[in-house]
């Protein structure tokens, strides 16, 4: 299936541990992002990358790596997790970023991280 | 910044009615705005986009307009089914950085 696809789909950890959601997509995008969903729903821009390049970059704290090793993979490292990150986080693409493709952006499933 | 509302919060119908979306955005200077629906739990199914040029889109019993100059759009949902029963986000694209910026959504409930 050409899809975005994410893993895992739910992560439940440790304050203070280090974690990673990886990210695919098979529709030859040449960008990628990531967005939060927090608990009142409301979804925020955190990266997005062109060409494993980094063009979007919201306050998002430093604690937030993102990864794209290449064009169809983009990886979110969270490192020394706080309690307020627990929240949905997606992926999605679309072609190039100055054309922001004419079928818009394709959404993952989602990773649900519970912070405990 | 821009700023992305939906209004009402939260609508419940009976089987049938036809459902009317509100989504209005702060700057106009749009290059696209698309409608998704997000079932509980699962993640976001583009439902329609709309070019900035373009005034509306329509797939279906689904019908998106927009008005730029105000900024507004409206999706109807024509002879609503359960199966409606969602949370439907509304999105615009930024013409400067392209980036999504969402609505809190309606959460629809149609009623069997």
């Given at each position: 299936d050409t899809a975005v696809?994410?893993?895992?789909?739910?992560?439940?950890?440790?304050?203070?541990?280090?974690?990673?959601?990886?990210?695919?997509?098979?529709?030859?995008?040449?960008?990628?992002?990531?967005?939060?969903?927090d608990s009142k729903k409301f979804l925020k821009i955190m990266f997005s990358y062109n060409n494993k390049e980094l063009i979007i970059n919201e306050t998002v704290p430093n604690r937030f790596s993102p990864k794209s090793p290449d064009k169809a993979h983009l990886n979110l490292h969270i490192n020394s997790l706080e309690l307020g990150d627990s929240a949905v986080y997606f992926c999605a693409s679309s072609h190039q970023k100055g054309l922001a493709s004419h079928v818009g952006q394709f959404f993952g499933p989602g990773t649900r991280l519970t912070v405990l | 910044?821009?700023?992305?509302?939906?209004?009402?919060?939260?609508?419940?119908?009976?089987e049938g009615e036809n459902l009317v979306l509100n989504c209005s955005f702060t700057d106009s200077a749009i290059y696209n705005l698309q409608w998704f629906r997000q079932d509980p739990g699962k993640g976001l199914?583009?439902?329609?986009?709309?070019?900035?040029?373009q005034r509306e889109q329509t797939s279906g019993r689904l019908n998106a307009s927009l008005d730029k100059s105000s900024g507004r759009s409206t999706l109807y949902i024509a002879a609503s089914?359960?199966?409606?029963?969602?949370?439907?986000?509304?999105?615009?694209?930024?013409?400067n950085d392209y980036k999504l910026s969402f609505g809190a959504g309606t959460t629809v409930t149609v009623r069997a």
């Open positions: 696809s994410q893993t895992p789909k739910y992560l439940v950890t440790q304050m203070g541990n280090d974690k990673s959601i990886k990210c695919e997509q098979n529709l030859g995008h040449d960008t990628m992002y990531w967005y939060k969903q | 910044k821009q700023e992305v509302t939906q209004i009402p919060a939260a609508l419940s119908v009976p199914t583009s439902l329609l986009l709309i070019q900035s040029s089914q359960p199966g409606d029963s969602a949370t439907y986000l509304c999105a615009v694209s930024n013409r």
